[in-house]
């Protein structure tokens, strides 16, 4: 009787393989085209800015590159790949690869009422954070009634 190592599917491993099985019915997305692996995006709208949070792990900031332009954000980049340990006498074998890898690339149309001007990008603990102001025109303002 021989043994046999059973290793179930993780849902990160899961979500990649349905990933890949749509990218080749979805080759008029740019993102899914070019990207070795998608970063998550938390997006908020305030009143007067949009907050948008990319996980980036590992990423350098200098290797992330942040255009606007004709009303489309632009965030692409690429993490390199983690050999394991330090020590050349003992790498180890790798035995899961769950973190992605290689290029991203993430786009959003933004509307027109952004400040392209004043948009400003940090990056805080492996999390890049883009403050995008609305246009001082497009807040909402409140109109007294006179009697």
């Given at each position: 009787m021989a043994l046999v190592r059973y290793e179930p599917w993780g849902i990160g491993q899961l979500q990649n393989e349905i990933n890949r099985l749509f990218r080749s019915f979805g080759d008029w997305d740019s993102?899914?085209?070019?990207?070795?692996?998608?970063?998550?995006?938390?997006?908020?709208?305030?009143?007067?800015?949009?907050?948008?949070?990319?996980?980036l792990p590992g990423v350098e900031p200098s290797a992330v590159d942040v255009t606007l332009e004709d009303g489309v954000l632009t965030v692409s980049g690429e993490r390199t790949h983690f050999t394991g340990p330090r020590d050349s006498n003992d790498r180890g074998e790798l035995r899961r690869n769950e973190r992605g890898e290689g290029r991203f690339y993430r786009r959003f149309v933004l509307p027109d009422t952004v400040d392209a001007d004043r948009v400003k990008a940090t990056n805080r603990q492996g999390v890049l954070e883009l403050t995008i102001p609305k246009q001082a025109k497009a807040l909402p303002r409140r109109i007294k009634v006179a009697a």
């Amino acid at each position: 009787m021989a043994l046999v190592r059973y290793e179930p599917w993780g849902i990160g491993q899961l979500q990649n393989e349905i990933n890949r099985l749509f990218r080749s019915f979805g080759d008029w997305d740019s993102s899914g085209a070019t990207a070795g692996w998608v970063p998550p995006v938390d997006i908020y709208e305030h009143d007067d800015r949009f907050e948008l949070y990319m996980d980036l792990p590992g990423v350098e900031p200098s290797a992330v590159d942040v255009t606007l332009e004709d009303g489309v954000l632009t965030v692409s980049g690429e993490r390199t790949h983690f050999t394991g340990p330090r020590d050349s006498n003992d790498r180890g074998e790798l035995r899961r690869n769950e973190r992605g890898e290689g290029r991203f690339y993430r786009r959003f149309v933004l509307p027109d009422t952004v400040d392209a001007d004043r948009v400003k990008a940090t990056n805080r603990q492996g999390v890049l954070e883009l403050t995008i102001p609305k246009q001082a025109k497009a807040l909402p303002r409140r109109i007294k009634v006179a009697a």
